[in-house]
């Protein structure tokens, strides 16, 4: 079974612009997490998607932003890029459960840099 | 909230030690706890995790970790290293409303030939 793949693996962008991720789900997994990570703030949660839905947030601006299809494809979206964006951007998917016991299975990341 | 504590941002052994990597855990419910570890320019990989169904727990790579509720930690141990078990460990805990994983700041093993 394929793994969780996303595109694209590096991306430059400059202040003010902003850049669209995208994270093709294992198949069957109806559930897509997003996480950022940066050196000094270590690994945080953004948000989670199921069934089209968020249904989970992290702490981060409203320039964060996401989405999901009908096929589990998510998308993350980051406007008005500052330089404090510049991390490496994991996806993980699930099966979905809510109770905890979910394995999330990470992608390889997107590694954005802001300019 | 549920949180993690990685004691130990770097950590180096010889090929052949023990491994022994730290992590305690605050919540105020049973956790589930993970440990996941990244390579260079990759993303994670789950090695094990604890669901409550047995205090040991047995790992990919001869990995495991035991659960202590009285200690509230979640060791990772391995009895000898190898060169290619240099990388990032992670732990996390789960929130159990959700499907959201909490991580430490994450250990970073050094294995010396």
């Known amino acids: 079974k394929a793994g969780v793949t996303q595109t694209p693996r590096y991306l430059i962008k400059t202040r003010g612009q902003q850049v669209t991720l995208s994270c093709s789900p294992i198949s069957g997994h109806r559930s897509v997490s997003w996480y950022q990570q940066t050196p000094g703030q270590g690994l945080q949660f953004l948000f989670e998607y199921f069934s089209e839905t968020q249904r989970n947030k992290g702490n981060f601006p409203g320039r964060f932003s996401g989405r999901q299809f009908s096929n589990s494809r998510s998308e993350m979206n980051v406007s008005t890029l500052e330089l404090g964006d510049s991390a490496l951007y994991l996806c993980a998917s699930s099966l979905g459960g809510t109770d905890g016991l979910d394995t999330q299975y990470f992608g390889p990341g997107t590694r954005l840099t802001v300019l | 909230a549920q949180s993690v504590t990685q004691l130990g941002s770097h950590v180096s052994v010889s090929e052949g030690a023990l491994v022994l990597l730290r992590c305690n855990y605050s919540?105020?419910?049973?956790?589930?706890l993970f440990w996941y570890v990244q390579y260079p320019n990759q993303g994670l990989q789950l090695l094990l995790k604890?669901?409550?169904?047995?205090?040991l727990v047995k790992g990919i790579n001869g990995f495991e970790a035991e659960f202590k509720k009285s200690e509230t930690s979640f060791h990772l141990t391995k009895p000898s290293a190898h060169m290619s078990d240099a990388a990032e460990y992670f732990c996390?805990?789960?929130?159990?409303?959700?499907?959201?994983?909490?991580f430490g700041a994450g250990t970073i093993l050094r294995v010396k030939s």
């Open positions: 919540s105020s419910v049973p956790p589930y």
């Open positions: 604890y669901t409550s169904a047995a205090t």
């Open positions: 996390a805990v789960s929130d159990r409303g959700g499907n959201k994983l909490v």
